[in-house]
């Protein structure tokens, strides 16, 4: 693909650093891998300069990493990292599904119906990049139905490297059992079961340990 057609009328270190953001996350710039400038210019059809400030991005995301005297590298998660995101998903996410569940109106439970139609609709095909998108928006919904903006704040800041964990988690996984395993986390919020919904969002997300396991991490 010329990925310089996909450049538009936005900041080009804004569309650089998605595009290479979207590779990382779809597994073709794996962990490890090292970033050139003078290649991705030239694969992108943009200056070094551009490239340059797109990579720095990405390195305050965490999703990939300065060398020194060596230049960026794709980030490796290692067991710290993967309990970390574990550990910090299932607090966030755990007290948004708590809350949303707490709050749900009939418009927020149209709301998370839509987002999680979206979902099953992407885990009929296996386009690994949309069904995580479509996971991740599923999470970030809830998130906004908890209606704590400090809390939503945080997840934010942090978001692309929870896209990353999902993309990992979903690559052990069918497609199918991607979608159908939110639907009792769904279904807890929309019935205002807290307590339930909590337990159900942690319950949803896959273990540092088996990330561990994982012969593609």
Known sequence: MNKSALINKRSLEEQAAELIRE???NGELTPGTRLVETTLAKEYGLSRGTIRIALHQLGTESLITQVPYAGWSVSE???QDIWELYTLRATLEGM????AAEKITPQGGDRLQTAYAHLLKCCE???LSAITRADLDLHKTIIDLSGHRRLAQQYQLIENQFLSYISASNQS???AAVGSSH??????ICLGQGEIAEAEAVKNITGFEQLQQDPAN
Request: no cysteine; glycine share 4%; hydrophobic share 50%.
């Open 77 to 79: 998660l290692d067991d």
């Open 125 to 127: 095909g296996t386009d």
């Open 96 to 99: 948004a599904a708590r809350l």
């Open 183 to 188: 639907e009792a986390l769904v279904k807890a």
């Open 23 to 25: 590779d990382i996350i």
């Open 173 to 175: 996984f069918d497609p």
